[in-house]
């Protein structure tokens, strides 16, 4: 399909978006590859077949139906920040649904329901509902992100302890089938459906709207952090113990959002309070952390002001929107598997002793729980709803990965799950990696199954696929 006039399918996509050149792009296009493919992770190379920018939902229907009749498999992109580059296919020759230009949205100022466009990167849904009056919703701190990968797949952030993950805020989507038929998902309309695509979204088909509901902002909130800046691997180890007992304290109160970060040089213990100074300062923070070289305690009144700046530390932690060459993995740990007091020490000694040629790398342990794990893991397809904390290992090539980084973070991973050979650990499916043996069953765990039966009836032929999506159940 190298020139739109050459294939009846190239000619069949043109079509599909109304004859427009400007909604279509094909492998011989000028600068294709940084100009419409703009691959994320630059250590996985990908080249679509094709990359469409429909305007319409009855272009997208036409679009899927052009690819699944001339054995094309398909990929929605929102934002396009897939760690596997799932966005673009993950692998070559697949037709890929870049959904910017759904940027619809309205709010029902009753109901406080809100209608977002699948293309709506984060930062411009933080500005929306604020400026529809005053209302928000969960969602991660980059901004660059978009929502239709975000919200299909989980949805983590600083307020998700109050008000769950993204994906729980969904009421109902309009959604694209691989039938190529325009259909509604609720809990009333295609309820089976809707499980599905809240956790596995790209699985089952292009969402190409939400209606999700929304909260009353935050008033005044407190955000913090703490910097530790020494040598020795015991003095890290206890610092990493203190954090890990205090998110790990029952009934932790749920205004309390953390993350712990640990780099070659230093960690930083930070987060969001959503309260009070006051209330803050009832936590003694200090008192749990009393070797910190650095505090900074920031009150912010303004909600914008407030996201913003975890725009900021996220684009610092390597979260941002620009394209790197980059390894990630991740682990979750509940109440009931904590990391073992000895293993926390050979993590750091692992840490000081192991080479790992990269630019840059990081630890993130990132608190979840909460409201998260009022929602009964059989309710979603987002099956990690015990998980307390999240740990996210990623480090940056330059230009490629190594086999030194990559085996730095394997052995990372291997270090903590063999402390606990009984654990079934799960990885988190907005951090997907690649490189995992049995992806799907790390990321959906005990909803597989279910998962697998609905993608049986639903897109029997997995028109829509990526290396990890979920495969059809065998009849």
Not at 220 to 226: D, K
Not at 246 to 253: I, Q, R, S
Not at 318 to 325: D, L
């Amino acid at each position: 399909m190298g020139n739109a006039t050459s294939t009846a399918a190239g000619q069949c996509l043109l079509s599909a978006v109304g004859g427009n050149p400007s909604l279509v792009a094909f492998q011989n296009a000028p600068l294709y590859q940084a100009v419409d493919v703009r691959p994320y992770n630059l250590n996985i190379p990908v080249t679509p077949v094709a990359v469409t920018t429909p305007e319409t939902v009855d272009q997208v229907a036409a679009i899927v139906k052009c690819a699944a009749d001339g054995g094309y498999k398909v990929q929605p992109k929102s934002g396009g920040h897939s760690y596997g580059n799932y966005g673009l296919g993950g692998v070559d020759g697949e037709v890929v649904v870049d959904l910017k230009n759904f940027q619809q949205f309205s709010i029902n100022n009753e109901t406080w329901r809100a209608t977002i466009g699948a293309g709506t990167l984060l930062g411009d849904v933080t500005t929306r509902l604020h400026n529809a009056g005053g209302r928000a919703m969960a969602h991660g701190t980059c901004p660059q992100v978009g929502i239709g990968g975000h919200a299909t797949i989980g949805g983590l952030g600083p307020t998700s302890r109050q008000w769950g993950a993204a994906l729980d805020h969904i009421e109902e989507v309009q959604v694209v089938l691989a039938n190529s038929s325009i259909v509604r998902a609720s809990q009333t309309e295609n309820p089976d459906l809707l499980f599905a695509l809240k956790g596995a979204g790209a699985s089952f088909g292009i969402i190409t709207e939400f209606t999700v509901r929304t909260e009353p902002e935050p008033g005044e909130a407190v955000q913090y952090s703490y910097t530790f800046n020494f040598g020795d691997d015991a003095s890290k180890a206890k610092t990493f113990k203190d954090w890990q007992a205090f998110v790990a304290t029952p009934n932790l109160t749920r205004k309390f959002a953390a993350t712990m970060t640990v780099m070659e040089s230093s960690i930083i213990a930070s987060g969001t309070f959503f309260g009070t100074k006051e209330e803050f300062d009832a936590l003694e923070l200090e008192s749990h952390f009393p070797g910190n070289q650095g505090s900074n305690v920031t009150v912010f009144q303004d909600w914008l002001g407030l996201v913003a700046s975890w725009g900021e530390d996220a684009a610092l932690e390597g979260g941002g929107g620009v394209p790197a060459a980059f390894y990630s993995k991740s682990l979750n740990f509940s109440p009931d598997t904590l990391i073992p007091n000895n293993t926390i020490d050979d993590m750091f000694e692992y840490f000081s002793t192991t080479q790992k040629d990269a630019l840059l790398w990081f630890a993130i342990f990132d608190l979840s729980g909460g409201a998260v794990s009022d929602v009964p893991v059989h309710n979603t397809s987002y099956t990690h709803r015990d998980t307390l904390f999240w740990l996210q290992s990623y480090a940056v090539g330059a230009g490629s990965i190594s086999n030194t980084t990559r085996n730095f973070l394997d052995g990372l991973s291997d270090l903590l799950t063999s402390a606990q050979p009984n654990v079934d650990f799960g990885a988190y499916p907005g951090y997907v990696d690649p490189q995992l043996p049995d992806g799907q069953l790390a990321y959906w765990g005990s909803n597989l199954p279910k998962l697998e039966q609905i993608k049986a009836e639903v897109d029997p032929k997995d028109v829509f696929h990526n290396p990890q999506s979920v495969k059809p159940a065998k009849k």
